[in-house]
């Protein structure tokens, strides 16, 4: 059996690291605030711009032609953005992408393609370079703060690449945000862009929104306003898409760090319980020695 | 005599309200846009908006983007929006060389030139603001 001091400084090691949970699921707790506040604000413009987009669609039809849009006659080179937190301590949110976009991965290379990745946030990279998948590079240390710029150099890179050939379909995995407690790994499909998404959201909406087949004056014309908006949106994906993995990231820490903090609770009431038995069996232990002892004289 | 107005930016909703008149630099040129207006979607320049109200004029600086118009509301989907007031005209003398560097360096219609070029026309939008 444990020795009191042993239990004691148990005790003692266990109140610290509840201590450090508690402080950790508070300040998560802020940052989830933070994160939740920003992605509600940053809907509006995101909605607008799918709105934008779809009455230039349903105007333009199918004749629009733009870079962004093209399928590529050889698809052999694929790029895999994924983004993942910086630190672990958040439950299984890093573990669930990872896993999730390997087997993606797995699937793409099955199919003959050459796949590259690129990382956003150490966790990702930690993950495929120790399984040694090829990865072209990888951003990390990232702060909330400068997502909008992070954005925009990934959007132009994408974008350079694609005209450069050297890659000819980019994926994008990350956690969607459904709530604090749950979150959903996402592959999806950046470039080429898919517009008949659109057109069937276009198709189903159209009823109360009404305005897709309303006719518009286009101020140029459609095809160079699709121009301006395609990028637009590359970029406003992107963007959600940081938003997103970071409040996951902080809604699954705060869950994490409120469970640890309850389980060394358990363990504090537990492990008390314990020393005040040992105490009690030790008082009187030596109680039985001092009578016997008295006895015996 | 009202038109409801928004002007939306990727980070939040820089402003709404209502108001009686708007201008806005549109791509071919700035445009005004009362009550009743006909549909209108039109890409912008970086530029300075101007809301018409009752008690006088709101005047913001926004970056490149689109407005669609209807009859009784104005949408601005753009860049960035910041108020008149708040206009750094150093700042942005400095990065009109800066851009007009990466513009040159650039070669015609890359990426980078296209994304020099908004720089360009946002930096002269600021000084001219």
Request: hydrophobic content about 45%; aromatic content about 4%; glycine content about 6%.
């Amino acid at each position: 059996m444990a020795s009191l001091r042993d239990i004691r400084n148990r005790i003692g090691s266990v109140k610290n690291t509840r201590q450090i949970t508690r402080a950790m699921k508070l300040v998560s707790s802020a940052k989830l605030n933070r994160a939740t506040q920003a992605a509600t604000s940053a809907r509006p413009f995101q909605q607008a711009l799918e709105r934008t987009l779809k009455r230039v669609v349903a105007a333009g039809g199918e004749g629009l032609d733009h870079p962004l849009l093209r399928q590529p006659e050889v698809q052999a080179e694929v790029l895999v953005v994924i983004m993942t937190a910086d630190r672990g301590l958040c439950g299984n949110f890093n573990a669930i992408i990872n896993r999730n976009t390997q087997i993606e991965i797995d699937k793409l290379v099955a199919a003959g393609k050459n796949v590259r990745i690129v990382c956003y946030g150490k966790k990702g990279r930690q993950h495929f370079a120790r399984r040694s998948y090829t990865i072209a590079d990888a951003v990390i240390d990232l702060n909330p703060r400068n997502y909008p710029e992070i954005a925009d150099a990934l959007s132009v890179r994408l974008q350079r690449e694609l005209a450069e050939d050297t890659f000819s379909e980019a994926y994008l995995a990350y956690n969607r945000y459904r709530s604090v407690l749950s979150q959903e790994p996402t592959f999806l499909q950046l470039l080429p862009m898919k517009l008949h998404d659109a057109n069937q959201a276009s198709a189903q909406t159209s009823g109360d929104d009404g305005g897709a087949t309303e006719d518009f004056i286009f101020e140029p014309d459609a095809s160079s306003l699709m121009a301006r908006l395609l990028p637009m949106s590359l970029r406003t994906q992107l963007f959600q898409a940081l938003l997103e993995t970071q409040a996951g990231e902080q809604a699954k820490r705060m869950t994490a760090m409120d469970a640890a903090t309850r389980n060394a609770s358990d363990l504090i009431s537990r492990l008390t319980l314990e020393y005040n038995r040992a105490r009690q069996a030790a008082i009187t232990k030596e109680l039985i020695e001092i009578v016997s002892g008295a006895e015996a004289l | 005599m009202s038109l409801s107005v928004q002007i939306v930016t990727p980070a939040a909703v820089a402003w709404q309200g209502t108001v009686d008149e708007v201008q806005a630099p549109g791509l071919n040129g700035e445009f005004g846009a009362l009550e009743g207006h006909a549909l209108l979607l039109s890409a912008t320049r970086a530029g300075v908006v101007t809301l018409h109200q009752k008690g006088g004029l709101t005047r913001f600086l926004v970056g490149r983007g689109f407005a669609e118009v209807s009859s009784s509301s104005v949408t601005l989907l753009v860049d960035l929006c910041e108020p008149h007031s708040a206009v750094d005209k150093a700042a942005a003398a400095k990065a009109l060389a800066d851009a007009t560097n990466r513009l040159t360096a650039a070669a015609p219609d890359s990426v980078e030139w296209l994304e020099a070029q908004a720089a360009v026309e946002l930096a002269t939008a600021r000084i001219d603001a």
